[in-house]
């Protein structure tokens, strides 16, 4: 069955430090994954994918993702976080030859000034 | 292009009323998706058209539940009786690929309450 974890339900960071957003991820064949944001009251707002090609992808905002296929895992990265980037996050996978895109449980980020 | 476009953004109603949403999605994408969004279940797919025609409705929860796409600019979420465990915010969402190797842009959603 295909699915999409998200293991932490909030991550906390220091506004200015690095952040990273955990996904991973169990389909059959290569998957196209990606990353949305949510900010309140919004609808969910692309990011960044991975379809083929380089395993590290760059997006909206400086954020950017690396595709692993031996863990299965596609994470989200920014490498100084900012107030503003506080929002729920939701990792999404799509199997080849479907037409679903299956979604994570987000992550609320919070960066603290 | 002003993306995809949900109206109403907020529904209050009471239980038992017939509630219709509706989306108009990006001119020119062939995939239309509602999801329903709620604190302990996530992101639910409802239903899944292309080119107007309905490919999967196994997500919707009930024979309450209806959902039309008559054109390519237009489509609607009925929910008649509407009942409270219904209340969610619903989303719309449109690609203009049939598979998902291409994100899928999303509306601003309705908060339906229902009372």
């Known amino acids: 069955a295909q699915s999409v974890a998200q293991p932490e339900d909030q991550v906390n960071v220091a506004e200015g430090n690095p952040l990273t957003v955990k996904c991973t991820y169990s389909v059959s064949g290569n998957p196209y994954l990606f990353w949305y944001v949510q900010y309140p009251n919004r609808g969910l707002q692309f990011l960044l994918k991975y379809i083929t090609g380089d395993n590290l992808v760059k997006g909206s905002y400086g954020f950017e993702a690396e595709f692993n296929k031996s863990q299965t895992s596609f994470h989200l990265k920014k490498p100084s976080a900012l107030v503003s980037d506080s929002a729920l996050y939701f990792c999404a996978v799509g199997a080849r030859g479907t037409y679903k895109y299956i979604f994570g449980t987000g992550t609320r980020l919070k960066v603290l000034a | 292009d002003a993306g995809v476009i949900q109206s109403p953004r907020h529904e209050v109603t009471e239980m038992g009323q017939e509630v219709t949403l509706r989306c108009k999605p990006i001119s020119g994408h062939n995939s239309l998706f509602w999801y329903r969004q709620t604190m302990m279940r996530g992101l639910e797919l409802l239903i899944y058209?292309?080119?107007?025609?309905?490919?999967?409705d196994s997500g919707m929860p009930e024979d309450r539940f209806s959902a039309k796409m008559p054109n390519a600019s237009f489509s609607t979420l009925k929910i008649q009786p509407s009942e409270p465990r219904d209340s969610a915010v619903y989303f719309c969402?449109?690609?203009?690929?049939?598979?998902?190797?291409?994100?899928?842009?999303f509306g601003q959603g309705t908060r339906l309450t229902v009372v």
């Open positions: 058209f292309n080119n107007n025609v309905p490919i999967d």
């Open positions: 969402a449109s690609s203009f690929s049939r598979q998902p190797n291409t994100e899928a842009f």
